[in-house]
């Protein structure tokens, strides 16, 4: 469901892998009864019109259903617990001048990566 990266693209607006989040959200969030119903249908592609045309813009995340949102909020979590820093530290990093100019262009430009994925997953923690 997730592809082969094992992963969501979430942009500052909306999810941008909508589709195979709003998927795995709701099967992994459905009781093994309706598991198995779903499955029985035999069309994994027939969702309802509801889903084809919503999208999963920030205001759609902060209306998911509570276990939804619970899923997508630890999923963060752990997310947030793989790198070895926090965005604290990283801020700090980033407004500390002097140490900042001692990292190769490589180092800085990936501190600038690592800081906007993090802030982009605590805002998403803020809306769940």
Known sequence: MVGE?????????EVLTEEELSMTLKVLCMSEEEFKEYKE?????????????????????????????????????????????DLK???DLLNNKEAYEKLSRREQQALHVRYGQKRILHQLLELV
């Open 5 to 13: 990266e094992g992963a969501f693209v979430l942009g500052w607006d």
């Open 89 to 91: 530290a990283e801020q």
């Open 41 to 85: 249908q035999d069309g994994w592609e027939d969702d309802s019109e509801e889903e084809e045309n919503s999208t999963l813009s920030n205001e759609a995340l902060s209306r998911l259903k509570t276990p939804c949102k619970k899923l997508l909020y630890d999923s963060v979590l752990l997310t947030l617990e793989s790198y070895r820093s």
